[in-house]
């Protein structure tokens, strides 16, 4: 289950940072990316990072390549977007392709990524999962908050 085992510490400003973050969002389904960027604005401003930059492109497959581009230039990237299975085998590919790329990015550049990119079954899947009145979920918040405390414990380590 989804949600289940979420820590309960709440997200505050914290001395060590993060202080920018960088957002690849997909177009695709946009009143669910609005939730799901409303979600990754609030944890953002609930943990005090200053500078956020929203880089919007055409789907989560182009979500990882523009979430390399901000891991160069911001201390925590997440990368969000909506996949709905289909009749196709389209959906098993973008999906493995946003993962990867996410985790990909990550590692080759040293920065924490969230990943909130939504892979579901069905449309009130992801509407449950996407945050805003009535969800059970906000994966925005969820994947913006995984990015910070990953940050803020990698800096805790001895340099």
Same mark, same amino acid.
Not at 33 to 40: T, V
Not at 82 to 100: L, M
Not at 109 to 118: C, D, K, R
Not at 140 to 145: D, I, M, S, V
């Given at each position: 289950?989804?949600?289940?085992?979420?820590?309960?510490?709440?997200?505050?400003?914290?001395?060590?940072?993060?202080? !920018?973050?960088?957002?690849?969002?997909? !177009?695709?389904? =946009?009143?669910?990316?609005?939730?799901?960027?409303?979600?990754?604005?609030? =944890? =953002?401003?609930?943990?005090?990072?200053? +500078?956020?930059?929203?880089?919007?492109?055409?789907?989560?497959? %182009?979500?990882?390549?523009?979430? +390399?581009? @901000?891991?160069?230039?911001?201390?925590?990237?997440?990368?969000?977007?909506?996949?709905?299975?289909?009749? /196709?085998?389209?959906? %098993?590919?973008? !999906?493995?392709? =946003?993962?990867?790329?996410?985790?990909?990015?990550?590692?080759?550049?040293? /920065?924490?990524?969230?990943?909130?990119? @939504?892979?579901?079954?069905?449309?009130? +899947?992801?509407?449950?999962?996407?945050?805003?009145?009535?969800?059970? %979920?906000?994966?925005?918040?969820?994947?913006? %908050?995984?990015?910070?405390?990953?940050?803020?414990?990698?800096?805790?380590?001895? +340099?």
């Amino acid at each position: 289950m989804a949600g289940h085992g979420t820590p309960t510490t709440p997200l505050t400003p914290a001395a060590d940072g993060p202080r !920018s973050l960088g957002i690849a969002a997909a !177009s695709w389904h =946009a009143a669910l990316m609005d939730r799901l960027l409303d979600g990754a604005r609030r =944890a =953002a401003a609930n943990a005090g990072v200053d +500078q956020v930059t929203v880089v919007r492109v055409p789907g989560s497959f %182009e979500v990882p390549v523009a979430a +390399q581009a @901000l891991a160069r230039t911001h201390d925590v990237v997440v990368g969000l977007g909506v996949v709905v299975r289909g009749e /196709t085998s389209h959906f %098993e590919y973008i !999906s493995a392709a =946003a993962t990867e790329g996410l985790a990909r990015v990550a590692l080759d550049e040293s /920065t924490p990524v969230g990943n909130g990119v @939504l892979t579901v079954n069905t449309m009130a +899947q992801a509407e449950a999962r996407a945050g805003g009145p009535g969800a059970d %979920e906000d994966a925005g918040y969820a994947a913006t %908050e995984a990015a910070i405390r990953t940050f803020r414990a990698l800096a805790s380590l001895p +340099q």
